[in-house]
């Protein structure tokens, strides 16, 4: 991986695979996978860097090209020659990162202001600073340049946010310790805190640690490590043994693996009171310590001239004793302190978030349950309709082949009774009444005049009442009295 080899010296993280010309084209060669930079865009960075190495005529470019055309951006002009399906995947590439970086601030924003707030993407995509947002479709030559200005500024300052984050998770192992404490009774505490010393002391008991880079290190390394003998140590056959990828520098994980030995002796993760995060911890300022004394011109690879005049100075051949992390404090009181009231105002702010998300899921749970009393409700009232619509299909009557009813229903038949030709009903006889002499009840009406009720066809008025002929009957009817 010649890209990744250069791209290194800006990067400062990734492992380079040297081209090696006397090999034969057909021989395999195993690919090691490069470390995570830890930078929140690290797989966009490989994944372009991986297509770049496939064009024959970037990567001629990459060999003659040195640490500061890289950084200053003049190499990605040379992105306008590559062939046009690298172009294609590049372009792809692109896109896939804007897309992830949406999403990403997107889940952000849900998360700190609610899912109603409005995004502009484009806005917040401009803080972004390892593409370029104007254009969110194609891999162009800015984007490269602006890949690894951005790689190289953020892993300029990757190892003082790793101090910062150790210190922290320092400060919060402390601080528990001192909560449970607080939770013992007086006996149990002393106890506790008796055991708590004794682990750190134990800590302490561990083989003399010699300052990484001195002679005496390397040559512990050359006699251990490599099996040679230390009277015949030779510092620049110790570079050649230890620069594994043959690439003429030492990067900084070749560094580091040249002090594992050192660590074992004061790590163990069998150990109890041995804290392997720790341990990294100690890599880490192992490996400042020596980029400090023999990188010259800081571009976080040790070159084999670098390397041979650091064993000349004085502090190769006579160094101080070195100082573990159990003998340097990590942080002041006072700095606890800030960071237990920033822990007290998170757990006060994520309390609150709490009981808002109880008080939301109660209220859930209510209009729940008064869905589930509305569905049941009309669940009933649809039983029913489909009850009655089913007895009164059971009932309906016979019909013909035309749709017609047999016989009439019931209901038809109470409308229909009485028959069209029933005689009107007779009205209860009254009183009669003398009428007034010259009264005629039954004179003709005037021309133009109908009975009150003509009589339907067929039918007769009644006779008029027969006069009485016999005086005496009508004498006695006068004699009657009123």
Do not use: C
């Not at 991986?50 to 003049?74: C, Y």
């Not at 990484?212 to 009277?231: A, F, I």
């Not at 009485?418 to 006889?429: F, G, L, M, S, T």
Request: glycine residues 2%; hydrophobic residues 30%.
């Amino acid at each position: 991986m010649e890209l990744w080899y250069l791209v290194a010296a800006v990067l400062a993280s990734v492992v380079a695979v040297p081209i090696d010309r006397s090999k034969k084209k057909d021989e395999k060669q195993i690919k090691p996978e490069s470390p995570d930079t830890g930078l929140y865009y690290d797989r966009y960075l490989r994944e372009v860097i991986d297509v770049l190495e496939t064009d024959t005529h970037f990567r001629e470019k990459l060999q003659t090209a040195n640490v500061e055309d890289i950084k200053s951006g003049k190499l990605s002009t040379e992105l306008d020659f590559v062939s046009h399906h690298i172009r294609t995947k590049l372009d792809e590439l692109k896109r896939q990162e804007v897309s992830r970086l949406r999403m990403l601030i997107k889940a952000k924003m849900d998360a700190e202001q609610g899912e109603s707030v409005q995004i502009d993407h484009l806005n917040l995509l401009k803080q972004i600073e390892h593409l370029d947002p104007k254009n969110a479709h194609t891999f162009e030559a800015r984007d490269l340049e602006l890949l690894i200005q951005a790689a190289t500024k953020d892993l300029e300052h990757y190892d003082q946010a790793h101090h910062e984050e150790f210190k922290r998770y320092e400060m919060l192992k402390e601080h528990e310790r001192r909560e449970y404490l607080k939770s013992l009774d007086e006996e149990k505490r002393n106890t506790e805190e008796a055991r708590f010393q004794q682990m750190k002391e134990k800590h302490k008991e561990h083989p003399k640690v010699n300052v990484p880079g001195s002679r005496d290190q390397l040559k512990e390394v050359w006699e251990e490590t490599d099996g040679l003998d230390p009277n015949e140590f030779n510092p620049k056959t110790f570079f050649k043994l230890h620069d594994t990828n043959n690439d003429g520098v030492l990067d900084e994980q070749e560094l580091e693996a040249l002090f594992t030995k050192e660590l074992e002796k004061v790590y163990d993760p069998k150990n109890e009171e041995d804290d392997m995060v720790e341990m990294e911890e100690e890599r880490l300022r192992m490996r400042e310590h020596v980029m400090n004394e023999v990188d010259t011109n800081k571009d976080r690879l040790v070159t084999l001239d670098e390397f041979l005049k650091s064993t000349e100075k004085k502090e190769f051949l006579e160094p101080e004793e070195w100082e573990t992390l159990d003998e340097t404090q990590i942080y002041t009181e006072e700095e606890l302190r800030q960071y237990e009231r920033e822990l007290a105002e998170q757990e006060a702010e994520i309390a609150h978030k709490v009981e808002l998300l109880r008080r939301e899921h109660e209220d859930l749970q209510r209009r729940q349950s008064e869905l589930d009393a509305q569905k049941k409700e009309y669940q009933q009232a649809l039983q029913q309709m489909e009850q009655k619509k089913s007895q009164q299909k059971d009932k309906a009557p016979p019909s013909g082949p035309g749709g017609e009813l047999k016989f009439q229903p019931p209901e038809a038949a109470a409308d229909v009774r009485a028959p069209v030709n029933e005689p009107a009903q007779v009205q209860p006889e009254v009183e009669r009444l003398d009428r007034a002499p010259g009264h005629q009840a039954d004179q003709p009406l005037p021309p133009g005049h109908q009975a009150e009720h003509p009589l339907p066809p067929g039918h007769q008025a009644d006779p008029p009442a027969q006069a009485a002929h016999n005086p005496e009957e009508k004498q006695a009817e006068e004699a009657v009295p009123s």
